[in-house]
Each structure stands twice: as structure tokens, then as C-alpha cells.
T-cell receptor, first 114, second 113 residues
Framework: NAGVMQNPRHLVRRRGQEARLRCSPM?????VYWYRQLPEEGLKFMVY????????ESGMPKERFSAEFPKEGPSILRIQQVVRGDSAAYFCASSPEVDSYGYTFGSGTRLTVV | DAKTTQPNSMESNEEEPVHLPCNHSTISGTDYIHWYRQLPSQGPEYVIH???SNVNNRMASLAIAEDRKSSTLILHRATLRDAAVYYCILRGLASSNTGKLIFGQGTTLQVKP
């Protein structure tokens, strides 16, 4: 039973380019959470999605960031026109239901903007 | 979500027990106490959770104070692989916060051989 799969593990983008981060939840999990960890800082919640719906995006920056979780396929976190301050580790977690006691996290995507 | 307070860092010797404290004096009656840990260069990993009673699993034990204003994560025999940042998180019902986890700074545990 594969865990939460995130790819790519490392992503390098030049300023102004787009970054697309993918998260495939565990089999049977329909809830996905995205978190960001800036260098030397803690994990910050970004967005919570269920299949085809955004439930809570209170942690998402107002501009350039978007997320989706389509009926088929992985959840995508998209960052347009990246800036150096977007350099961070992005983690997703999945659960089978919203009140699950433990979430399973992926190994993260480390985005570097040059 | 209610706030938790943890020491910034702790040290332990290998094969000795470790007690990681967490204060949560503003905990509400429906808040569960969750512990996650994050090993270097990895995503967080669920460790254990509880509501009122002490809990044990294969990874650790969770001791919860009778008034629930504090808790302690217990690693019975620390190994070098237990060196990580340990997060104590209060999580209410999904109806109140959509189930998201609010991470603090956690406790960085160093294990010495």
C-alpha cells in the first residue's frame, strides 16, 4: 500500500516561471491538505481539498497560488510567476475522512527559485 | 485552535527514556492532543493522539494530566533514529476548524550515542 506520493522531490525554477507540485494521496483517501515549510521555520497550513472541492483555503497566499484536486488524478498545487520567497518545502497530507485521527504526509517537494 | 507550549530543544542518551512535555492550558473539552514528529528532510509522521486517558502504541506513550492542561510524550528507549522535531498539536472537531493541523515550533530532540 503506497504512501502519499509527491513529485517531483526537488524542483528548480527561475523567477517568473510556473511551478506545479503534485500529490497522490493514499488509496482510498479523498481528503488532501497542503502545507509549506519555509527555511528554518515551522509548517504552515495552506489549503484543504476534497475531491473536486476546495474546503479551506485560509492559508493560501492571495495571489499566484492555486490548488485543485480533480475527480481523477493527483492534487496539484500551482504557483505562478515564482519569486525567491516561494523557495520552501511543500508537503501534502491525506486522510480517508475529515475526522481521521492521523494524517499521512508525503516526503515533500523542495522548490528552489533561482 | 488552542495554543501549545513546548521546550525548544531537549537532549537524551541512546537507549534511555525520553519525556517530552507539552503545555496546553487553554485546551477545550473537544480538543484531541496529537503528536507528530519530523525527521530531517522528511514529512511529518503521526506518532500518537489522545483525549483524556493515557495511550500506548508501538511508537510511544502519551500521558495526559487529569486536568488536560498538559501532556507528556514518552519514548521508552530512545534510538538515534528518534532524533527529530516533535510537535504537540491540539485538534478540535472538523466542524470547528476543518481538521487542519496547526504546527508550532516543536521540540528538537537530540539523541546522543
Amino acid at each position: 500500500n503506497a504512501g502519499v506520493m509527491q513529485n517531483p522531490r526537488h524542483l528548480v525554477r527561475r523567477r517568473g516561471q510556473e511551478a506545479r507540485l503534485r500529490c497522490s494521496p493514499m488509496k482510498g483517501h479523498s481528503h488532501v491538505y497542503w502545507y509549506r515549510q519555509l527555511p528554518e521555520e515551522g509548517l504552515k497550513f495552506m489549503v484543504y481539498l476534497q475531491k473536486e472541492n476546495i474546503i479551506d483555503e485560509s492559508g493560501m497566499p492571495k495571489e499566484r497560488f492555486s490548488a485543485e484536486f480533480p475527480k481523477e488524478g493527483p492534487s496539484i498545487l500551482r504557483i505562478q510567476q515564482v519569486v525567491r520567497g516561494d523557495s520552501a518545502a511543500y508537503f501534502c497530507a491525506s486522510s480517508p475522512e475529515v475526522d481521521s485521527y492521523g494524517y499521512t504526509f508525503g516526503s515533500g517537494t523542495r522548490l528552489t527559485v533561482v | 485552535d488552542a495554543k501549545t507550549t513546548q521546550p525548544n530543544s531537549m537532549e537524551s542518551n541512546e537507549e534511555e527514556p525520553v519525556h517530552l512535555p507539552c503545555n496546553h492550558s487553554t485546551i477545550s473539552g473537544t480538543d484531541y492532543i496529537h503528536w507528530y514528529r519530523q525527521l530531517p528532510s522528511q514529512g511529518p509522521e503521526y506518532v500518537i493522539h489522545g483525549l483524556t486517558s493515557n495511550v500506548n502504541n508501538r511508537m510511544a506513550s502519551l500521558a495526559i494530566a487529569e486536568d488536560r492542561k498538559s501532556s507528556t510524550l514518552i519514548l521508552h528507549r530512545a534510538t538515534l533514529r528518534d532524533a527529530a522535531v516533535y510537535y504537540c498539536i491540539l485538534r478540535g472537531l472538523a466542524s470547528s476548524n476543518t481538521g487542519k493541523l496547526i504546527f508550532g515550533q516543536g521540540t528538537t530532540l537530540q539523541v546522543k550515542p
